[in-house]
Structure formats: structure tokens, C-alpha cells
């Protein structure tokens, strides 16, 4: 549909006004909030992934798509949008990057999932409980310091110990962090880049 081709460009190009405006005439129109996520949103925010992987667009690139990502969403309740899972999200203890937390986060629900952004320096115990408190599908954490990173294998074994490990399934990614290390701390998933952590959180709700 031509309103969404013209809203993906306008959140590919960071245009956050122009993506206000279309998003709220899809709605007006009778369009669903899912269907403006699922071919509007989530798509623009794929190009955008894409671009990063293939260095065509650097970290102020990415925010600012981010940002006009944000007030799309913004339009849009909660109930509105039928998400396809729950994902908690956190940079893990002691860490305060979240430049690429966020970037996840946001492809995350420009994918349609609902995402519960704990922010930096997120606890194990935090995590459990807001793994709890939501329901969570999955627990999604994000490390920048190899000195950080143990926290993650914390985390894991606290959902363990907590007793919902069953239902709630472990994504983490981060610049130091490897497959290896996941299998090593029994993540269930590991995602090099934002766009990839979207593949993998779809391929870990329960089918
Ligand atoms: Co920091 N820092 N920093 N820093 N910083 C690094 C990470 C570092 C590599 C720089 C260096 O020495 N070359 C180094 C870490 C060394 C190491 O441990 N291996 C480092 C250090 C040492 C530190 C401090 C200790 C410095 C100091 O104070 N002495 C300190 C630590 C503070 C703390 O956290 N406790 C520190 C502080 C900071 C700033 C506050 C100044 C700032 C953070 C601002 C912020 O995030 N709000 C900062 C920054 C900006 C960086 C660099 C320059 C850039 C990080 C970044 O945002 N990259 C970084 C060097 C570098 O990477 N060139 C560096 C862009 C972002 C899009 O990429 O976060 O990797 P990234 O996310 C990617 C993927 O990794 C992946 O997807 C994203 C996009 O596709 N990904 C996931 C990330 N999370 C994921 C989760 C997933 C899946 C994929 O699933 C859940």
C-alpha cells in the first residue's frame, strides 16, 4: 500500500514528523495497528539493520530512525497492537552502554513483540522478577564489557533457580559476546546485531 511504502521511507530516512502523520492516517483510515507494524514498521526497521550491517548508515542514522520508529508506535495503544510475544530487555549489571540495547529494543517492536526496556545496569534478580511480572517469553540482555558479561550467566541461573527457565528463554548479544559463550552459559540464543535478534526472538516463541 502506497501510505506505508511512504511511512517506511519516512522512518528509514529518520523523518519522525512525516511518520507521525502517515501512521495516524493509516489508523484514520481503518487500517489495523498490527498491520501498519507488521508492513510498515518492522520492514522500514529491517532496511534499516541492513543499511547498519552493510555500513551505509552509522549510529546517528540508527537513532534517529529509532526515534521516528518511536512516535509511530507512540500512536498506537497497547491493546491496539496484537504483539507476537513479550520480550525483557536490559543491559546487564554494572554495564551502562545501551546504544545497541536500544536498537534491539527498538527492532524488537517494530517487529510487533511487546518490549519491557529495564534500561542499564539491570540486576539478575531484576530480571527474573520482571520476567515474572510480564510473562515474558523471553529475557533478552545486552553486555558491552567483557567484564560485564559474567552477569549473564548470572542471570541464566537465576531464572534456573527461580523455576522459569521453562517458559522464559534467554537471547543475549552485546560486542564481546559469542555463540560460544551462549552455549557456554545455556542462552538459548545468540544475536551478532539487532536485525539478527529479531530473527531469533521469533524463532524462540513457542510455536
Ligand atoms: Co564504552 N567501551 N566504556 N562507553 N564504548 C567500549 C564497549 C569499548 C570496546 C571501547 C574500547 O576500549 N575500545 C570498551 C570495552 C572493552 C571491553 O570490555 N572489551 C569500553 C570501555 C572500557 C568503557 C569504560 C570502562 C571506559 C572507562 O570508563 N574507563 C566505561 C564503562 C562504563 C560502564 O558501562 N560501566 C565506558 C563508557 C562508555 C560511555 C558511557 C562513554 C559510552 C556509552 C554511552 C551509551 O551507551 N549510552 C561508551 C561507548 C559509546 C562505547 C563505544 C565507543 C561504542 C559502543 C556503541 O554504542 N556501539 C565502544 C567501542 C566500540 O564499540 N567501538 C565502547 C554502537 C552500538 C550500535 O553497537 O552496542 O555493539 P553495540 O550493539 C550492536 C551489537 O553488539 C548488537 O546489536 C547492536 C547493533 O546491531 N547487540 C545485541 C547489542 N546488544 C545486543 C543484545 C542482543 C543481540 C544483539 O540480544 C539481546
Same mark, same amino acid.
Given at each position: 500500500m502506497a501510505g506505508l511504502e511512504e511511512l517506511k521511507e519516512a522512518i528509514i530516512s529518520g523523518n519522525r514528523d512525516k511518520a507521525k502523520e502517515l501512521t495516524q492516517k493509516a489508523l484514520d483510515g481503518g487500517m489495523t495497528a498490527r498491520a501498519i507494524v507488521v508492513e510498515g514498521i518492522a520492514p522500514a526497521m529491517e532496511v534499516v539493520g541492513e543499511k547498519f550491517r552493510a555500513n551505509e548508515f552509522f549510529v546517528? +542514522?540508527?537513532l534517529i530512525a529509532q526515534r521516528a520508529m518511536k512516535e509511530a508506535l507512540g500512536l498506537m495503544s497497547d491493546e491496539?497492537?496484537?504483539?507476537v510475544g513479550t520480550v525483557v530487555v *536490559? /543491559?546487564?549489571k554494572g554495564d551502562l552502554h545501551d546504544i *545497541?540495547?536500544?536498537l534491539v529494543a527498538a527492532m524488537l517492536e517494530g517487529a510487533g513483540f511487546k518490549v519491557v526496556d529495564l534500561g542499564v545496569d539491570v540486576s539478575p534478580e531484576q530480571f527474573v522478577k520482571a520476567g515474572q511480572d510480564s510473562s515474558a517469553n523471553i529475557v533478552a540482555m545486552s553486555a558491552l564489557l567483557t567484564t560485564t558479561m559474567g552477569s549473564m550467566r548470572d542471570t541464566v541461573k537465576a531464572l534456573q533457580e527461580a523455576g522459569t527457565r *521453562? +517458559? /522464559?528463554r534467554v537471547l543475549i548479544g552485546g560486542a564481546p559476546v559469542t555463540q560460544s559463550y551462549a552455549d557456554e552459559i545455556e542462552a538459548d540464543a545468540y544475536a551478532p546485531d539487532a536485525a539478527s535478534a529479531v530473527e531469533e526472538a521469533k524463532k524462540l516463541l513457542p510455536a
Open positions: 546517528p +542514522e540508527l491496539a497492537v496484537d504483539h *536490559g /543491559t546487564v *545497541g540495547k536500544n *521453562g +517458559e /522464559t
